[in-house]
């Protein structure tokens, strides 16, 4: 019989492969599995209810005498720094990408040139190009940790700022760094002291080459409405009649940039903060302290904005800053919303937007 090239099929059609399909689990379901295994141990796989029969029997105990060495890491996959054609979404570029709140303890240096070491909680971030999956998280811990011995400064938080720029290759770069910093506070009058913890936080920033430093202080004191002062004290007078003014507590974020060689230590930026407005809210108190700092905010009555254009005067004065920003909650106990100011001084903060969130986190838990 004569055969013609274009009656012979160059492959098998879907009706070929479901007969032979047929055939095979046929065989496989009367085969022994050592059959079975013997021709392809994923033709048991085929059997209905069967389907991960023989799957690979893993092992279950922790291998804890296994050790990774260079050709096995090799062998692993890295898919953050796969090829661009693993990018999901838009081709953009991030502008921060990385870990926030991994937390160790640092070495701080403190004004009186004695040390302290204090939980702190790190950010760190680079920027992403468009071009790139990822980065490796790890690394930026692996940079901290590798400096995190010595007395922490700027200078170390840059040399780690060195480190997962060279390791992420990466254009632009952060480092925030936040902590509860302690002081001991003397009392108005009694003579009595305490530790007052204040929140800051060091940023290190570098953008297209140029390395800036920020400091982020937030400063909690109490603010007595010199409308309601005023008011009580025309109740006294013109009707005998005892009355009190509202006053809050209130936050103050204050963010500046260092600049020049001189230091800004942790406790200038507080102390300039309380020549601005004195009425800093105390730790240790007898009756004495609770009437003198009645006083205190009777002589220094202030609104919000008030607040805000005080702690600018001073900021404006000090060398060491640079462009700064300064927002002020005032957590009202007359209203049932709180009254909030920002000034800023520079492009630096400028911004047409703000976080939503903003205000919200100017709430001191006591």
């Known amino acids: 019989m004569?055969?013609?090239?274009?009656?012979?099929?160059?492959?098998?059609?879907?009706?070929d492969a479901q007969d032979a399909l047929d055939t095979l689990r046929t065989w496989a379901m009367s085969a022994t599995p050592e059959e079975v295994a013997d021709l392809d141990p994923a033709v048991a796989r085929l059997l209905p209810g069967q389907e991960v029969s023989?799957?690979?029997a893993l092992a279950r105990?922790?291998?804890?005498?296994?050790?990774?060495?260079?050709?096995y890491?090799?062998?692993?996959?890295?898919?953050?720094?796969?090829?661009?054609?693993?990018?999901?979404?838009?081709?953009?570029?991030?502008?921060?990408?990385?870990?926030?709140?991994?937390?160790?303890?640092?070495?701080f240096h403190r004004r009186d040139e004695s040390d302290l070491t204090l939980e702190s909680s790190?950010?760190?971030?680079?920027?992403?190009?468009?071009?790139?999956?990822?980065?490796?998280?790890?690394?930026?811990?692996?940079?901290?940790?590798?400096?995190?011995?010595?007395?922490?400064?700027?200078?170390?938080?840059?040399?780690?700022?060195?480190?997962?720029?060279?390791?992420l290759d990466s254009i632009d770069a952060r480092i925030q760094m936040r902590f509860s910093y302690?002081?001991?506070?003397?009392?108005?009058?009694?003579?009595?002291?305490?530790?007052?913890y204040y929140d800051f936080a060091l940023e290190l920033v570098e953008t297209e080459g140029v390395r800036r430093k920020f400091m982020h202080l937030d400063y909690v004191y109490s603010s007595t409405c010199p409308c309601s002062l005023e008011?009580?004290?025309?109740?006294?007078?013109?009707?005998?009649?005892l009355a009190t003014p509202h006053s809050q507590r209130s936050v103050a974020r204050i963010s500046v940039e260092l600049v020049g060689e001189d230091c800004l230590w942790f406790e200038d930026l507080i102390d300039l903060a309380r020549r601005a407005v004195p009425t800093e809210t105390q730790v240790m108190v007898k009756r004495e302290d609770e009437q003198a700092f009645a006083e205190l905010n009777a002589a220094n009555p202030i609104f919000v904005e008030d607040a805000a254009r005080l702690f600018c005067k001073e900021l404006l004065a000090d060398g060491r800053v640079g462009d700064f920003r300064v927002v002020a909650s005032h957590q009202e106990s007359l209203h049932s919303h709180d009254a909030v100011s920002i000034l800023t001084e520079g492009p630096t903060f400028a911004a047409q937007?703000?976080?939503?969130?903003?205000?919200?986190?100017?709430?001191?838990?006591?």
């Not at 302690?182 to 007052?196: A, C, F, V």
């Not at 008011?231 to 009649?241: F, N, P, T, V, Y």
Request: hydrophobic residues 30%; charged residues 25%.
């Open 2 to 15: 004569n055969m013609h090239p274009s009656q012979v099929q160059s492959s098998p059609d879907r009706d």
């Open 54 to 56: 023989n799957y690979p």
């Open 61 to 71: 105990a922790y291998p804890e005498e296994f050790e990774v060495d260079d050709a």
């Open 73 to 107: 890491r090799a062998t692993m996959p890295d898919l953050q720094n796969g090829p661009t054609s693993l990018i999901r979404g838009a081709r953009q570029q991030l502008q921060h990408v990385g870990i926030s709140n991994f937390r160790l303890p640092v070495r």
């Open 122 to 167: 790190v950010t760190g971030t680079v920027s992403l190009e468009a071009g790139k999956k990822g980065i490796n998280m790890s690394r930026i811990m692996r940079s901290f940790y590798k400096h995190a011995e010595k007395t922490f400064s700027f200078e170390v938080i840059e040399a780690a700022l060195d480190d997962y720029i060279t390791d």
């Open 182 to 196: 302690p002081m001991k506070i003397r009392s108005l009058r009694s003579g009595l002291e305490g530790y007052q």
């Open 231 to 241: 008011l009580s004290e025309h109740a006294r007078r013109e009707r005998g009649q």
């Open 353 to 366: 937007s703000l976080d939503p969130k903003l205000f919200n986190t100017l709430f001191h838990v006591g």
